[in-house]
């Protein structure tokens, strides 16, 4: 079966074909991040323009890679939500106009679960039961996996996702949009220890996060510093630093706490901030000692991409699920509520 993956939900155009035979045939993905870089932030109506702007062509792309006519794809999946309601209406209604012209079925595919089904793009896939982080701009959740839509939520974010608070530290210290690579970027100049920042909630029993006292933090670093004329280069690098290994640090104690409480050993990351080395790397190193193991999309399927879209809505085109003819959007949509597979 070849499924054709669109995926419009906030600034990337990403499509891809899956195969159950030969797995990921051809991808192609566009970022808007240039468009927006000059407002700091995505700014929706642009995004859903753009997305009208390079969808197609990116269709026509990435058959071309595959050597294929549209007429010998047998579904087509999009992303149906959580996401910009003009965005995720881009790729709904092309996907949805496309299905039905070529006589195959349609699938609205969940982004978070694309994201969290990425890893399986890899030779080296987990296996079910697991435990899932997913770290978006948007979300931070501590999800049980028993199956693709069998989700239990055991902890999320009551404020700020990991990303959104990356992307504010990194307008705080100035460096620019997306914050999170950026921030990233400038903590490898940082002097370990120069500043250390506090761990949200891990004194707390449960699974839920919260990031937005270490917003302040930050803010109220920065501020200090530059009251005190010590704000420089290297200053920015540590007050950096300093952020992202408490977020890490976080992150990673959550991970394993959730383990613990669920007996499991496999844990998988995505989204957006699993693209994040020192998380991978402080996770490896925690579930090394503990005996457990983590799994991780590679880096350009971290992000958002039409790969993941694509593989999502084939499991479930699969199985015989899909879409009415009518195009139906969910801009905020829990994943609680998908069908098991
Ligand atoms: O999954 P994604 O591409 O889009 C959403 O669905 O939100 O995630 C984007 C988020 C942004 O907040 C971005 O700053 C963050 O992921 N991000 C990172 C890194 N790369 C992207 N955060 C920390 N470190 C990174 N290397
Ligand atoms: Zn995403």
Same mark, same amino acid.
């Given at each position: 079966?070849?499924v054709?993956?669109?995926? =419009?939900?906030?600034?990337?155009?990403?499509?891809?074909?899956?195969?159950?035979?030969?797995?990921?045939v051809a991808?192609a993905?566009?970022?808007?991040?240039?468009l +927006?870089? &000059? /407002?700091g932030?995505?700014?929706?109506?642009?995004?859903?323009?753009? +997305?009208?702007?390079?969808?197609?062509?990116?269709?026509?792309?990435?058959?071309?890679k595959?050597?294929?006519?549209?007429?010998?794809?047998?579904?087509?999946?999009?992303?149906?939500?959580?996401?910009?309601?003009?965005?995720?209406?881009?790729?709904?209604c092309?996907g949805r106009?496309m299905? /039905?012209?070529?006589?195959?079925?349609?699938?609205g595919?969940?982004?978070?679960?694309?994201?969290? $089904?990425?890893p399986?793009l890899?030779?080296?896939?987990?296996?079910f039961?697991?435990?899932a982080?997913?770290?978006?701009?948007?979300?931070?959740?501590?999800?049980?996996? %028993?199956?693709?839509?069998?989700?239990?939520? $055991?902890?999320?974010?009551l404020?700020?996702?990991?990303?959104?608070?990356f992307?504010?530290?990194?307008?705080?210290l @100035?460096?620019? /949009?997306?914050?999170?690579?950026?921030?990233?970027?400038?903590a490898?100049?940082?002097?370990?220890? +120069?500043?250390t920042?506090?761990?949200?909630?891990v004194?707390?029993?449960?699974? %839920?996060?919260?990031?937005?006292?270490?917003?302040?933090?930050?803010?109220n =670093?920065?501020?200090?510093?530059?009251?005190?004329?010590?704000? %420089?280069?290297?200053?920015?690098?540590?007050i950096?630093a300093?952020?992202?290994?408490?977020?890490?640090?976080?992150?990673v104690?959550k991970?394993?706490?959730?383990?613990?409480?669920?007996?499991?050993? =496999?844990?998988?990351?995505?989204?957006?901030?699993?693209a994040n080395?020192?998380?991978?790397?402080?996770?490896?190193?925690?579930?090394?000692?503990t005996?457990g193991r983590?799994?991780?999309p590679r880096p @350009?399927?971290?992000?958002?991409?039409?790969?993941?879209?694509? /593989?999502a809505? +084939?499991?479930?085109?699969a199985?015989?699920?899909? &879409? @009415?003819?009518?195009?139906?959007?969910?801009?905020?949509?829990?994943m609680?509520?998908? %069908?098991?597979?």
């Amino acid at each position: 079966m070849r499924v054709l993956g669109l995926e =419009t939900s906030c600034d990337e155009t990403g499509v891809a074909i899956y195969d159950t035979e030969q797995g990921l045939v051809a991808e192609a993905l566009y970022s808007q991040i240039a468009l +927006h870089a &000059e /407002y700091g932030g995505v700014v929706p109506e642009l995004a859903s323009r753009d +997305h009208v702007r390079k969808l197609l062509p990116l269709i026509r792309e990435v058959l071309a890679k595959a050597n294929m006519q549209g007429s010998e794809l047998d579904g087509v999946a999009f992303t149906k939500g959580p996401g910009l309601a003009g965005a995720l209406m881009v790729g709904a209604c092309a996907g949805r106009a496309m299905a /039905y012209g070529w006589g195959v079925p349609a699938i609205g595919v969940h982004h978070m679960e694309g994201h969290l $089904l990425a890893p399986m793009l890899e030779a080296d896939a987990p296996a079910f039961p697991f435990i899932a982080l997913l770290v978006s701009g948007g979300h931070t959740q501590l999800v049980r996996v %028993d199956g693709i839509g069998r989700y239990t939520l $055991l902890g999320e974010s009551l404020d700020d996702a990991a990303g959104e608070a990356f992307d504010k530290a990194a307008k705080m210290l @100035e460096l620019g /949009y997306p914050g999170g690579p950026q921030v990233a970027k400038a903590a490898e100049r940082g002097r370990e220890g +120069h500043y250390t920042f506090p761990r949200p909630m891990v004194n707390r029993p449960g699974l %839920d996060f919260s990031f937005s006292g270490l917003k302040t933090f930050t803010l109220n =670093t920065v501020t200090a510093s530059r009251a005190a004329g010590t704000y %420089d280069a290297q200053d920015q690098a540590d007050i950096a630093a300093a952020f992202q290994e408490a977020v890490v640090a976080t992150l990673v104690i959550k991970c394993h706490r959730a383990l613990v409480q669920e007996n499991l050993s =496999t844990l998988v990351i995505a989204g957006g901030v699993s693209a994040n080395t020192v998380l991978r790397a402080r996770l490896a190193e925690k579930l090394a000692k503990t005996g457990g193991r983590v799994y991780y999309p590679r880096p @350009e399927f971290c992000t958002d991409n039409g790969a993941m879209i694509a /593989y999502a809505g +084939h499991c479930r085109l699969a199985v015989g699920q899909h &879409e @009415e003819l009518g195009v139906t959007i969910r801009p905020r949509w829990p994943m609680t509520e998908l %069908d098991a597979v």
